[in-house]
């Protein structure tokens, strides 16, 4: 029996669902089966009862659980004390951000915080939502600014900062490249890139709901699932694409961006995210600082 077996097994039992555990982790189902089974074998217990259709805890599945939720804990509570032992001698934070924070709220941010703590080496990552979180809980990152998830993560802390608006991007000889606002209506029959919604849940949900609202069908195209790759396609005259403002700062010659007609769903959240109970100095400055600071960034999104 190992940790990683360990998490392999409270990851499937808080999910119920292979799959689903299996994406949390960044692994697939099958490797995740695998090791359940191995610590099964090990423990000499069926922990779990698997069906095609369902997953359940066996009695000694359900004490595991219990126990090795707290030692885990303990595991990265030891592993976190450690960490924080080097990164005192060594004046270091780790941040993640998906793309469009990257392109937008980090430059500003940093660049503050660069004035306020010029000691604070910045190690930046940029990913998506779904592969920043393992990496907080993993303790590979210290803070990261991500599309909070439906279901968060109870060993994370999530403070919520604002939406961003979302505008179209269409190639600037678009017959609508020329106006000032464009409504869903109006995007009707064109072609649409949009990213896969399990691994941009919040981008791509929000252009169907905008169609859903105006009681349009989406008129999917083409599907992307990074952002720069989607203002190239875009470039190419393949569709238009729903995407945050921030975007226009990535370099994409041929591209405009057009603001869409007022609607209360045309919001994408952005939320900065750190592990529960954990004490970081430089990364507590740097939340401090976006705390103070965040009226002004907000105006920008």
């Not at 990851?11 to 189902?29: D, I, V």
């Not at 995007?187 to 896969?196: R, S």
């Not at 009681?215 to 995407?243: C, F, H, M, P, Y």
């Not at 869409?260 to 430089?282: E, F, H, Q, V, Y």
């Amino acid at each position: 029996m190992d940790l990683h077996q360990l998490r392999c097994f409270v990851a499937a039992a808080e999910e119920l669902h292979f799959g689903r555990a299996a994406q949390r982790l960044e692994m697939l189902p099958s490797a995740l089966g695998r090791f359940v089974r191995l610590l099964e074998e090990d423990l000499g217990t069926r922990l779990m009862t698997r069906t095609t259709r369902s997953v359940t805890l066996t009695d000694d599945g359900a004490v595991l659980l219990k126990e090795a939720r707290t030692l885990l804990a303990q595991a990265d509570t030891l592993a976190a004390k450690f960490r924080m032992r080097g990164r005192k001698q060594a004046a270091t934070v780790r941040v993640g951000a998906i793309d469009s924070a990257a392109a937008g709220l980090l430059p500003m941010l940093l660049h503050d915080f660069r004035e306020q703590r010029p000691d604070v080496t910045v190690q930046l990552a940029e990913e998506k939502t779904i592969r920043l979180l393992p990496r907080l809980l993993s303790g590979r990152l210290d803070l990261v600014f991500v599309r909070p998830p439906e279901r968060p993560d109870k060993r994370l802390e999530f403070m919520f900062l604002f939406h961003e608006t979302a505008v179209v991007a269409l190639s600037d000889h678009h017959p609508l490249a020329s106006k000032k606002r464009i409504s869903i209506a109006e995007l009707a029959d064109q072609p649409l890139i949009v990213p896969e919604r399990r691994s941009r849940p919040h981008s791509h949900d929000l252009t169907m709901k905008l169609f859903a609202e105006a009681g349009l069908e989406a008129r999917i195209a083409q599907i992307a699932d990074e952002k720069q790759t989607i203002v190239n396609l875009v470039s190419a005259d393949l569709g238009v694409a729903i995407v945050p403002k921030w975007t226009s700062r990535m370099a994409a010659r041929g591209v405009r961006y057009v603001r869409l007609a007022s609607s209360d769903m045309n919001k994408l959240p952005l939320a900065a995210a750190w592990t529960r109970g954990t004490r970081d100095p430089i990364r507590d400055d740097m939340l401090e600082m976006l705390k103070d600071r965040l009226s002004h960034y907000a105006r920008e999104a």
